[in-house]
């Protein structure tokens, strides 16, 4: 295609069927987002630069796999999540967000960006950091990846009630820590 940019389906189509220098495109677009998601996940920049690169080797390893009846990202996002599982699996005992690591690479303001500095987002990371890891993985793919519900629920082979469901949840734990950590009480 000369002179329109190829869509993300369109590319991946490539790669599966051998065009494999195509993978760079889609590295070039995704690569960021992936990277994002990872560290909101782990807390861990270099983990996430680790597991960005090993969601694209499995892209690669498994492109044969992919059928084109979801969105490019759909997939790359199951693929992640089995990488993070991988990760969390090998991982120490759980890893401390550091505060004086810098936010995640972004070409927009993140959620966190936009909270006002302060106590307040001490108080939100140390309460999403507390998080179990599966109320934690559902917040970053909905609020801060903004995949919508249907997507979500593609990624984790759900339904989309069972997602809203679980951000429902995730959101309520998210605030009774928060306001836990905070000292206020809520009745």
């Not at 090993?54 to 690669?60: A, D, M, N, S, Y």
């Not at 490019?72 to 004086?100: S, V």
């Not at 927009?108 to 302060?118: C, M, N, T």
Request: glycine share 4%; net charge positive.
């Amino acid at each position: 295609m000369t002179g329109i940019e190829r869509t993300d389906h369109q590319v991946m189509l490539a790669v599966r069927d051998g065009d494999v220098e195509q993978l760079g495109v889609l590295f070039e677009r995704h690569h960021r987002a992936l990277y994002n998601f990872f560290v909101r996940l782990t807390r861990d920049r270099s983990a996430s630069e680790d597991l960005v690169q090993e969601v694209f080797i499995r892209v690669l390893k498994y492109r044969h796999t992919f059928r084109g009846d979801s969105q490019f990202m759909t997939w790359a996002y199951q693929i992640a999540r089995r990488a993070h599982i991988d990760w969390l699996r090998k991982k120490k005992p759980e890893a401390q967000w550091d505060d004086d690591k810098p936010e995640p690479a972004s070409s927009e303001p993140s959620v966190a960006q936009r909270i006002h500095e302060g106590q307040e987002q001490k108080l939100l990371k140390a309460a999403f950091a507390r998080l179990p890891d599966d109320r934690r993985e559902i917040l970053v793919l909905s609020r801060f990846q903004e995949l919508q519900y249907d997507e979500i629920a593609k990624v984790l082979g759900c339904n989309v009630g069972a997602v809203k469901t679980r951000v429902h949840r995730a959101n309520r734990d998210l605030a009774e820590i928060f306001f836990r950590l905070s000292g206020v009480r809520v009745s």
